[in-house]
């Protein structure tokens, strides 16, 4: 991990979500430009349409074959649009885990990377069952036999992103965030007041560093500099080495252990109570 400066450790939660959704911020293509070789995307659920908000392919990391899952938001209006702002609707999350499935019958380990600030809530989303596909993928990506590895890379939102990140090793970078809500939606449900946002995203416990100090997630990878941002070909690096220490660490693991700790691990989550 790169060491981080006094600021930086020291950002309150609400500057950590600025970062988070910072326009310049890397996204999921950008790392599988910096990162992968021989990216091969791949399109369409089978019953409805391909949705764009989720980007699914094979690639190569130094030679080994692997699934790429992950959220993609645009950088310009135009491809905001296109990518529905990297909120997925059922056939994303649906494509998803139909590539899932099929990376499991070729036993390739499958890497996640989670950037959205929420399912979309549409109409047309919920009319093709977008509860249900969430749900859906949780439970048969907890039953999965090959390794997984989930990287909040931005935001993590709510459901929407928790769709594809049930896995057997779940990690965020420095800056970004995962919640069960945005700090502006919190602050409006509790308060009524939009200015409460920033005590909202400090109560949310929604940074790595605290997600990490309750258990939800395994490891916290630092960013280089000001943020990822600042200096996208070294957080690809730092990334780049994480993933496959990760993935020479579970190649070591058997099927059985490996879905026995991925039960256990989501099973706990959340076990409040007296020792």
């Not at 970078?173 to 995962?178: K, P």
């Not at 939009?194 to 109560?203: D, L, R, V, W």
């Not at 997630?217 to 220490?245: R, Y």
Request: aromatic share 6%; net charge negative.
């Amino acid at each position: 991990m790169a060491s981080q400066s006094a600021e930086q450790a020291n950002l309150p939660a609400m500057e950590r979500v600025r970062l988070a959704r910072h326009p310049d911020r890397p996204y999921m293509l950008d790392f599988v430009e910096t990162i992968f070789e021989d990216f091969i995307e791949l399109h369409g659920d089978r019953r409805y349409a391909d949705d764009p908000a989720v980007v699914c392919g094979f690639a190569r990391l130094d030679g080994q074959s692997v699934l790429l899952v992950g959220q993609q938001k645009g950088r310009n209006t135009k491809q905001r649009q296109y990518r529905n702002f990297g909120m997925p609707k059922p056939e994303g999350y649906r494509k998803a885990l139909r590539l899932m499935q099929t990376a499991e019958k070729f036993n390739l380990p499958i890497l996640l990377f989670v950037d959205t600030p929420g399912a979309y809530p549409g109409i047309d989303a919920e009319e093709r069952g977008q509860a249900e596909a969430i749900a859906y993928n949780l439970r048969e990506m907890v039953k999965l036999k090959v390794p997984i590895i989930a990287v909040v890379i931005g935001e993590g939102g709510s459901g929407g992103a928790l769709a594809i990140a049930v896995a057997d090793s779940v990690m965020m970078l420095e800056n970004a965030i995962y919640s069960v809500i945005s700090p502006e939606g919190c602050a409006a449900i509790l308060w009524k007041d939009a200015a409460m946002a920033p005590e909202a995203a400090t109560q949310l416990h929604l940074t790595a560093q605290d997600l990490l100090g309750l258990g939800i997630v395994d490891q916290v990878i630092s960013e280089p500099g000001d943020g990822a941002q600042a200096d996208i070909p070294a957080m690809s690096i730092l990334l780049k080495n994480v993933l496959k220490s990760q993935l020479t660490l579970m190649a070591k693991q058997s099927t059985e252990d490996r879905a026995k700790a991925r039960y256990e691990k989501w099973r706990n989550m959340g076990v409040w109570g007296l020792a």
